[in-house]
């Protein structure tokens, strides 16, 4: 038991702790902005399977239920580079926990939530600009972020890291249409059409391999431009001085995310920080 209750507690931090931000990647949770006021909830889960080749038990697996919400929550010009540029607040609450029939009990620090304002001219909805230029990040022109129940700080940084404390979606440098035109896709919100990519990331040390394969569904119909997303991330390891051959697989990590509920009149959840 004791054994349980340490890897569960070690999952949760892995999948909520907030301290260091980095940035918004482009092919995140942010395609595109809505009207100031949109919101949207999306709902699902989150499995870890940690390989356990020589115990009797076989591997051991916990799933937590997870509740993301984007909104926009306000706009603002702001002097940049000695222009005024329109920007926007955007509202990210991440809620980790298990699931029960109000919603998600997230706990004492299962709740985390971001609170940023972005340049709306930096949201192209592309991975590339019309230069070819990748689009990773979108800068931060000033933010805040509250974890659980203390109280909300100043984001130092410039740009938010959604991954993987927010969500799992990775900067796919390569994103691949699986269907040339949009096709019908059900997500819980509704009946939409969208068009589904595929993407893959792999990140190798002398120790570790991992690999974040997805599936995302961009569609008009949602609010962001972000409809459903599954991915696979797998984590292997080996020692530093085997072969590549020796890589064996460690843990798992499967995740399911899609659009529940949309709405307008969003509130920031921390509307005294401006």
């Known amino acids: 038991m004791n054994r349980i209750v340490t890897w569960t507690v070690a999952a949760i931090i892995g999948l909520i702790s907030a301290c260091l931000p980095s940035v918004v990647s482009a092919q995140g949770l942010i395609w595109k902005l809505p009207e100031d006021g949109t919101w949207v909830r999306f709902e699902g889960s989150c499995k870890n399977t940690e390989a356990r080749p020589d115990d009797d038990e076989g591997d051991l697996e916990v799933q937590f239920t997870r509740w993301l919400t984007v909104s ?4 603002e010009n702001v002097m940049i580079g000695g222009k005024e540029v329109p920007c926007r607040w955007i509202e990210i609450k991440a809620e980790t926990g298990k699931s029960t029939a109000e919603g998600v009990d997230s706990g004492r620090s299962g709740k985390l939530i971001y609170k940023v304002l972005v ?9 590339s600009d019309a230069d070819n230029i990748p689009v990773t990040f979108i800068p931060i022109v000033k933010g805040y972020r509250k974890i659980g129940d203390k109280p909300a700080k100043p984001v130092e940084e410039k740009v938010l890291n959604i991954f993987p ?7 796919y440098r390569q994103l691949k249409p699986a269907s040339e035109e949009p096709e019908p896709v059900d997500v819980t919100a509704g009946a939409i059409s969208a068009r589904m990519y595929t993407g893959r990331v792999v990140r190798v040390t002398n120790t570790s391999r991992t690999m974040n394969s997805a599936e995302i569904a961009l ?3 949602v609010p962001f431009g972000i409809a459903k997303w599954e991915i696979v991330i797998e984590r292997e390891e080996k020692d530093r001085l085997d072969p590549e051959d020796a890589f064996r697989k460690t843990a798992t990590t499967e995740v399911e995310m899609q659009a529940a509920e949309t709405g307008n009149g969003a509130r920031s959840e921390l509307p005294n920080l401006k």
Not at 72 to 75: A, D, H, N, P, T
Not at 119 to 127: M, N
Not at 165 to 171: F, G, I, T, V, W
């Open 219 to 221: 569609s008009e119909e």
């Open 165 to 171: 404390r927010l969500s799992h979606l990775a900067h």
């Open 72 to 75: 926009s929550v306000g706009r």
């Open 119 to 127: 340049p709306e001219h930096r949201v192209i909805g592309k991975v």
